[in-house]
C-alpha cells in the first residue's frame, strides 16, 4: 500500500482529492495538512511515501516546503497539484525532483492515471531489482519500448490503466458492461467506455447487446488469443 499525505490549503479541495485517492487501488490517505507547518509535522511523524502537494500555501510556498518535507522523510515523493501555470514554477518544480504536475482543476481520471503510472513505474524501480535496466528506467520517464507501449491511444488514455481494463475482462467469467468494469477499477463508466471502445476499435474485445427496457446494454468480452 502507498501511504499518501495531501498538502492543500482548501479544506474541500483537500476532501474531495482525499475522495480520488481512496477509489484508486494500492493506495491509502494517511493524513491531510493545510499549511507548511503542518505538513512538516504530519511528514516527520507519519513518513508518507508520497505527498500531494499544494504550490499556494497560506504560510510558504510549496516549492519551498518540498526540500524540507524531504529533510523530514528523505524517501519522500511528491507530485504537485496546483492552479499555478507559470512555466518557471513548473521548471523549478520539475528541477526538484518531482514525479508529475497536475494542474487544476482535474478529474478523478486525470489524478488515478498519474497514480498508476507512479505506482508501476516508480515504485517497481524501487522494488523489482537491485541493478536497473534501460527499460525500467524509460517506464519511469514515461518512454516505454514499442513493443509495450498501446499505439494511438485516444486522448487522456493511459498504457497503465488499459492494461488494468485488460486484466480485470481477462479474469472475468463472463461479459462485462462498462459500468461494471468501471466499479471494479474505481473509476468512472465514461473513462471505463472509452478503454473498451478502444480495445473493440483494435478488434480486441466483442461487443455483445443485452436487450432489454430502453436501449440495450453494450457488453464486452476479450476475444480469445
Do not use: W
Request: proline share 4%; glycine share 6%.
Amino acid at each position: 500500500m502507498i501511504n499518501v499525505l495531501i498538502v492543500d490549503d482548501d479544506f474541500m479541495v483537500a476532501k474531495v482529492h482525499a475522495g480520488f485517492i481512496q477509489r484508486t487501488p494500492g493506495f491509502a490517505v494517511v493524513g491531510v495538512a493545510h499549511t507548511g507547518a503542518q505538513a512538516m509535522v504530519e511528514t516527520a511523524r507519519l513518513q508518507p511515501d508520497l505527498v500531494l502537494l499544494d504550490i499556494h500555501l497560506p504560510d510558504i510556498n510549496g516549492l519551498d516546503l518540498m526540500t524540507r518535507l524531504r529533510e523530514a522523510a528523505p524517501e519522500l515523493d511528491v507530485l504537485v497539484i496546483s492552479a499555478a501555470r507559470e512555466v518557471e514554477t513548473v521548471r523549478r518544480a520539475l528541477r526538484g525532483g518531482i514525479v508529475h504536475y497536475l494542474i487544476k482543476p482535474f478529474s478523478q481520471t486525470d489524478l488515478q492515471e498519474r497514480l498508476e503510472h507512479y505506482r508501476s513505474a516508480y515504485q517497481g524501480l524501487d522494488l523489482a531489482k537491485d541493478v536497473a535496466e534501460q527499460s525500467d528506467v524509460n517506464r519511469v520517464f514515461g518512454l516505454e519500448s514499442a513493443e509495450r507501449t498501446e499505439p494511438h491511444l485516444p486522448k487522456g488514455c493511459s498504457p497503465e490503466t488499459l492494461k488494468r481494463v485488460v486484466d480485470v475482462l481477462n479474469s472475468a467469467e463472463a461479459d462485462l458492461s462498462a459500468a461494471e468494469v468501471a466499479d471494479l477499477l474505481g473509476t468512472s463508466r465514461v473513462s471505463a467506455r472509452r478503454y473498451l471502445e478502444y480495445l473493440h476499435d483494435e478488434s480486441r474485445v466483442e461487443v455483445r447487446l443485452k436487450y432489454g427496457a430502453g436501449r440495450p446494454e453494450r457488453r464486452y468480452a476479450l476475444k480469445p488469443v
